[in-house]
Nanobody, 115 residues
Framework: QGQFVESGGGLVQPGGSLRLSCAAS????????MGWYRQAAGKQREFVAQ???????NYNDPVKGRFSISRDNAKNTVYLQMNSLKPDDTGVYYC?????????WGQGTQVTVSS
């Protein structure tokens, strides 16, 4: 098992919501800036959101105002709350360090937005 284990994906209708979780291993998690990334079929993986150890956040423009990243350092877990989902949000979602991810990607969690 790698450093990052993502969960919480699924099939949701447009306008719906999902909450993703990422469990990270390692005692230094609390000092790492973390992020969520996604990859749609046939496209390159792209940055979605990041959060600093202290809780400062940054979002890619397409998800601003709809997605919210948070973290629980005591649980070594990062979350992504996704609201007002659109078909363009469909893809496999991954967590990793941000803005410079490691090469040790997890399996990701599939999010499908479709009616």
């Amino acid at each position: 098992q790698g450093q990052f284990v993502e969960s919480g994906g699924g099939l949701v209708q447009p306008g719906g919501s999902l909450r993703l979780s990422c469990a990270a291993s390692g005692s230094i998690f609390r000092v790492l800036p973390m992020g969520w990334y996604r990859q749609a079929a046939g496209k390159q993986r792209e940055f979605v959101a990041q959060i600093s150890p202290g809780g400062n956040t940054n979002y890619n423009d397409p998800v601003k105002g709809r997605f919210s990243i948070s973290r629980d350092n005591a649980k070594n877990t990062v979350y992504l709350q996704m609201n007002s989902l659109k078909p363009d949000d469909t893809g496999v979602y991954y967590c990793n360090k941000a803005p410079k991810p490691t090469t040790d990607w997890g399996q990701g969690t599939q999010v499908t937005v479709s009616s």
